[in-house]
RNA sequence: UGGGGAUUGGUGUAACGGUAGCACGACUGACUCUGGAUCAGUUAGUCUAGGUUCAAAUCCUAGAUCCCCAGCCA
């Protein structure tokens, strides 16, 4: 059964605050209701996850694993996860893997664990059964042939193999079988009609030639089913009652349903709905499988990448995912979902169970000139001001001390409240802080260091003349911080639409150069010395940022999952615009 | 030029002949030892043109726009 019932979001939903508030049911769950109500599956509901092992998992599949998964605990059924393993040529035993992971880390649990391939020897038989009964034929046409044939818009020609005897088909499918013919010379067609306007009805392919071994039962056979052979009679031996899929698919269900009838077989419903579309990035697994292959990412998991494998190691929990899937709905309507929706949800699920730390990312020296020299005192931080459980700790200051760069301008701006010359600030759970001198490289004019004095009345962050300052900042101790690495990344496109590209350029010209910054002098609090890889943790002010498996032991590694809402940034870029 | 789908604020999604709602964003303000979070408020929509009806996002007619389909991929 699945446990995605147990998330938060959940809890939320089922305690409405207005009377009445009935969460939107899809147009999916309707059909299902209806179905239920009409008794045509017996009150039963079973989905499947049909993925092909020909690539990493992605966010769009999330979206279909979440409904085909939760539609299956939501009434109480059951939900497989099937390999669509019908074209060995494309998959291998690592996207196995990979999947079953991803679908586990994604917190759902498979009632039954199947690969189409398992069920080749019942497609064959059924394959004979349909050429028995003058419903498909081998053809010898080859593809450019096959292709001609189908013909366009007007209609297609009849192959001149369609009206061999039953004897011969068999004679001719029984020796494809058994591995007489090569790969492209032959393949079984359905017998249906080559002037459908509907072309997947025009005699489709049902079995082709392919000497290949398979990922899944090695060596067995050198004639694969197609997809559209394959899917339908896989779901009614497995009893689904809804067989989901994406829109792209609706061409193909008069098929689905041909075959079904064809065989006089157990008979599923294919119900299709509109695939996830993202801003800033790719989603198709052609794409992605380029993006890895020519080196424009590191690999399926690059914390860039909008696999599940890629969000999972850029911080995401699976809750944010899982979240982000039921906001953003179901239907047939084929739009694009902004990213920051995404970001959204994990901003609002780390936001209540990430641990605060201070870190800094790009560091600017502040000597403390009037504190003592070698002195060091401690102050209690929360760590988590949204979870009153999750206790505080201890966080050394002393004399020298680092502060963002980014927290300090010569010379401030409107609205810019932080640090500058004369200017007061408290440092966070420490003292106030006043700016009195700045050392600058006489060449660049960079900003090497800072002198300050700090108040001693203030200790702890409060003023005893009850004194404001504008701004609190985070702060680390020079002398006991850890240096770490920090990986920030931005959006893989530049665009909104990656297709938005000059002519004769594509999706590629518009990678963002800036996806990846690397910044590998941050300083962190010492408290961050025992984190461990996969740890997420709130870099006050700054973002959410979770320690990368490229750490060792004594370097950090820390990926930012995602950057706080901030509001300067907002006022500083419309700022500079003007 | 054939067939299959779709179209509601910036984005996504409800309303199933009877008050166009919700979420996110954006914008205001309050609060704050994170310019975070939280809270309050504002903003903005039925693709077009006709028709039926007391009443149309919803039904009818015509059109527009977008997506998918001519793999021995899924």
């Known amino acids: 059964m699945s446990t995605a019932n147990t998330g938060k979001g959940k809890e939320r939903d089922e305690k409405p605050e207005s009377q009445g508030s009935v969460p939107a049911r899809h147009f999916i769950q309707e059909i299902v209701d209806e179905h239920r109500k009409t008794g045509k599956f017996e009150g039963r509901v079973q989905t499947r996850f049909p993925p092909e092992p020909n690539g990493y998992l992605h966010i769009g599949h999330a979206k279909s694993i979440c409904l085909n998964f939760g539609l299956a605990a939501e009434y109480g059924g059951k939900c497989n996860l099937r390999f669509d393993d019908t074209n060995p040529v494309k998959e291998d035993i690592e996207y196995i893997h990979s999947i079953m992971e991803d679908v586990r880390w994604l917190g759902f649990q498979w009632d039954g664990l199947f690969y189409a391939s398992d069920y080749f020897d019942r497609l064959y038989a059924w394959a004979e059964q349909l050429i028995e009964n003058g419903k498909a034929y081998v053809c010898d046409l080859g593809g450019d042939d096959v292709a001609r044939y189908r013909g366009d818009l007007k209609g297609g020609k009849e192959s001149p193999y369609r009206n061999r005897a039953v004897e011969e088909n068999l004679d001719l499918f029984r020796r494809m079988k058994a591995g007489e013919f090569p790969d492209g010379s032959r393949t079984l067609r359905a017998k249906i009609d080559m002037n459908s306007p509907n072309f997947n009805m025009r005699d489709p392919v049902l079995y082709r030639i392919l000497h290949a071994e398979h990922p899944h039962v090695g060596n067995k056979w050198c004639i694969y089913p197609m997809y559209d052979w394959a899917h339908g009679q896989s779901d009614s031996i497995e009893r689904v009652t809804h067989s989901i899929c994406t829109l792209e698919f609706e061409n193909h269900r008069p098929l689905y349903d041909w075959c079904l009838d064809a065989l006089g077989i157990y008979h599923p419903q294919q119900i299709e709905f509109a695939r996830l579309n993202l801003t800033y990035t790719v989603l198709s697994k052609r794409r992605l499988i380029e993006l890895v292959t020519d080196g424009r990412v590191n690999g399926w998991d690059d914390p860039r990448m909008p696999t599940i494998a890629g969000i999972r190691r850029r911080g995401y929990t699976p809750d944010s995912l899982r979240a982000f899937c039921k906001e953003i709905g179901v239907a047939k309507f084929n739009g694009t979902i902004d990213v920051g929706r995404l970001e959204n949800c994990v901003r609002d699920d780390l936001n209540r169970r990430a641990p605060r730390v201070l870190g800094v990312l790009r560091p600017l020296k502040v000597v403390i000139d009037n504190y003592p020299e070698g002195q060091v005192e401690e102050f209690d931080a929360v760590n988590n001001p949204e979870d009153p459980n999750a206790g505080t700790r201890a966080l050394p200051f002393s ?120 910044l590998t002098d941050c300083r962190v609090e010492p408290s961050l010395a025992s984190a461990t890889v996969g740890e997420r943790f709130q870099f006050e002010r700054l973002g959410y940022f979770c320690v990368d498996p490229d750490s060792k032991p004594g370097a950090l590694v820390f990926n930012r999952t995602v950057t706080l809402r901030d509001t300067w940034a907002k006022i500083d870029s419309a700022q500079k615009k003007r």
């Open 399 to 518: 004399r020298v001390l680092y502060i963002e760069q980014d927290d300090f301008r010569e010379d401030p701006p409107k609205e810019f409240f932080r640090l500058a010359p004369g200017r007061e600030v408290r440092l966070r759970y420490a003292y106030f802080l006043k700016c009195v001198g700045v050392i600058k490289d006489e060449k660049t004019g960079e900003v090497l260091e800072l002198h300050c004095v700090y108040d001693p009345a203030t200790k702890g962050g409060n003023a005893p003349d009850n004194r404001k300052v504008k701004a609190t900042i985070h702060w680390v101790s020079a002398e006991h911080a850890r240096k770490v690495e920090v990986r920030l990344y931005d959006h893989l496109f530049a665009k909104p639409n990656p297709d938005d590209v000059p002519e004769g350029q594509d999706y590629k010209a518009n990678l963002n150069p800036q996806s990846l910054v690397t």
